[in-house]
């Protein structure tokens, strides 16, 4: 059974930093692709940043490339996103999730940014930036 539990966040001034974790148990041994998606009221979720496990290749939606990071423990199975030049629109729910299929193409792409492969989801997360 795969669980997804997310922590950090909070609230944050604009221009600061935080990091969210997702403590991941369940997870395959084969490559597969986690990620990070954020859901604004009244739109659909949208990618943020994916990892695929095998190599290490990342993803990023233009909105958050250059200002967020997504890494991954392998000892603890932890996913991280360091989000840094927070803005006042970045303010919503961030979601873990994860592919459990070793698909390489669930973690790039409109394919990624959509959210169609993830299997598995967290509760959330909410971080709110004050400007």
């Known amino acids: 059974q795969v669980h997804l539990v997310e922590s950090g966040g909070g609230l944050v001034q604009a221009g600061g930093s935080t990091r969210l974790s997702c403590a991941a148990s369940?997870?395959?041994?084969?490559?597969?692709?986690m990620g990070w998606y954020r859901k604004f009221p009244g739109r659909p979720r949208q990618g943020v940043a994916g990892?695929?496990?095998?190599?290490?290749?990342?993803f990023y939606a233009d909105s958050v490339k250059g200002r967020f990071t997504i890494s991954r423990d392998d000892n603890n199975s932890t996913l991280y996103l360091q989000m840094d030049n927070l803005k006042p629109e970045d303010t919503t729910t961030y979601y873990c999730?994860?592919?459990?299929?070793?698909?390489?193409?669930?973690?790039?792409?409109?394919?990624?940014?959509?959210?169609?492969?993830?299997?598995?989801w967290g509760t959330g997360a909410l971080v709110t930036i004050s400007s």
């Open positions: 999730a994860a592919d459990l299929s070793p698909r390489a193409a669930s973690c790039s792409g409109g394919y990624f940014l959509r959210g169609n492969a993830m299997n598995y």
């Open positions: 369940g997870l395959p041994e084969h490559n597969h692709c």
């Open positions: 990892y695929y496990t095998g190599g290490g290749i990342t």
